[in-house]
């Protein structure tokens, strides 16, 4: 089962975030714990407790990402939300790109239709991504559709 230490853990050994960028002690480590096992359905636990416990450090890890506030006089956070566009908003996948003006066209595939504007942000990370593929391979019950 998701611990606090185990988040912290999987922070540090996984997701290879340093303690001199996020330290054990950062209060947004708490939240974005507190809020993801407020988010998953615990009811995954039963199918897998290995699944609830990806699932938990997954979301937390991209609430994590999206809120954590970079320590004096570094700029980790702010580079690592630059890099996944996290600030950016496109309303669906690109399907077609042609040379003239540099024209796109966006194909909005039809299990995104479904997508709350949460679900909408959790794709910009890998992170959120990994927890919706895992959720919703358990249907839509699951805080996903």
Request: charged residues 10%; contains cysteine; negative net charge.
């Amino acid at each position: 089962m998701p611990s606090l230490a185990g988040y912290i853990s999987y922070l540090r050994n996984v997701v290879g975030i340093s303690t001199v960028y996020l330290p054990d002690n950062n209060p947004v480590i708490a939240s974005s714990y507190a809020i993801s096992i407020e988010i998953v359905n615990i009811t995954l636990a039963s199918i897998s407790a290995n699944i609830y416990e990806l699932c938990v450090y997954n979301l937390a890890t991209d609430n994590l990402i999206n809120f954590a506030q970079d320590q004096s006089g570094q700029s980790y956070f702010i580079d690592l939300r630059a890099s996944f566009k996290i600030n950016s908003f496109v309303p669906g996948v690109i399907s077609d790109s042609h040379d003239e003006t540099t024209g796109q066209s966006l194909l909005n595939p039809e299990f995104m239709k479904n997508l709350t504007m949460a679900n909408l942000q959790m794709l910009k990370t890998p992170y959120g991504r990994n927890y919706m593929g895992l959720a919703q391979s358990y249907g839509t019950l699951w805080g996903s559709t």
